[in-house]
Antibody, heavy 118, light 110 residues
Framework: EVQLLESGGGLVQPGGSLRLSCAAS????????MAWIRQAPGTGLEWVSG???????YYTDSVKGRFTISRDNSQNTLSLQMNTLRVEDTAIYYC????????????WGQGTLVTVSS | QSVLTQPPSVSAAPGQKVTISCSGS????????VSWYQQLPGTAPKLLIY???RRPSGIPDRFSGSKSDTSATLGITALQTGDEADYFC???????????FGGGTRLTVL
């Protein structure tokens, strides 16, 4: 059974940093693309970043230069380093397995809440 | 303002059929596969349809997907109260080099 478990969320001040992690199990992590999707309170889904199984990374415009996605295939872990956080980054962040271009995001974690506030 | 456009809400009676539209452009839906997600209240999204019209294992055939040019449609037949949820379409946008979602459609089963 595929399991994705996010951690690292919390309360941070504007301009601060946070690192999210996603522990994956139940599948061959190194073979799959992975992604981070967020959902601000009461709003829809926003694709944040993706990383191919082979390494290339992608970002939505609003986080380029501030967020960095990475993966550790030896630890089956996906990470999202978030710097220079803004109030508008406040959201539940979901880790997901798959790709938007094909196959879809077939497994999701339960999410971790990031709150950016002074 | 989402890249993909969905109606904010749809409603129908139990047992009836409903369709949810998702409109995009040649840079996204027109040249990539579309997937659909169901989000029940207070839960993480779940994949309903992938590659325009394919259902993952465990998804009942009451759910169907189609795509034509730069638009996609999710169909749900034999509606149940348990289908009340938010539904999102998604795809890849080649111009943005990013994933994109629709704004979501809330389904109410009256």
């Amino acid at each position: 059974e595929v399991q994705l478990l996010e951690s690292g969320g919390g309360l941070v001040q504007p301009g601060g940093s946070l690192r999210l992690s996603c522990a994956a199990s139940g599948f061959t992590f190194s073979s799959y693309n992975m992604a981070w999707i967020r959902q601000a309170p009461g709003t829809g889904l926003e694709w944040v970043s993706g990383i191919d199984s082979s390494g290339p990374t992608y970002y939505t415009d609003s986080v380029k230069g501030r967020f960095t996605i990475s993966r550790d295939n030896s630890q089956n872990t996906l990470s999202l380093q978030m710097n220079t956080l803004r109030v508008e980054d406040t959201a539940i962040y979901y880790c997901a397995k798959g790709r938007m271009s094909r196959d879809g995001l077939d497994s999701w974690g339960q999410g971790t809440l990031v709150t950016v506030s002074s | 303002q989402s890249v993909l456009t969905q109606p904010p809400s749809v409603s129908a009676a139990p047992g009836q059929k409903v369709t949810i539209s998702c409109s995009g452009s040649s840079s996204n839906i027109g040249n990539n596969y579309v997937s659909w997600y169901q989000q029940l209240p207070g839960t993480a999204p779940k994949l309903l349809i992938y590659d325009n019209n394919r259902r993952p294992s465990g998804i009942p055939d009451r759910f169907s997907g189609s795509k034509s040019d730069t638009s996609a449609t999710l169909g749900i037949t034999a509606l149940q109260t348990g289908d009340e949820a938010d539904y999102f379409c998604g795809t890849w946008d080649g111009s943005l080099s990013a994933g994109v979602f629709g704004g979501g459609t809330r389904l109410t089963v009256l």
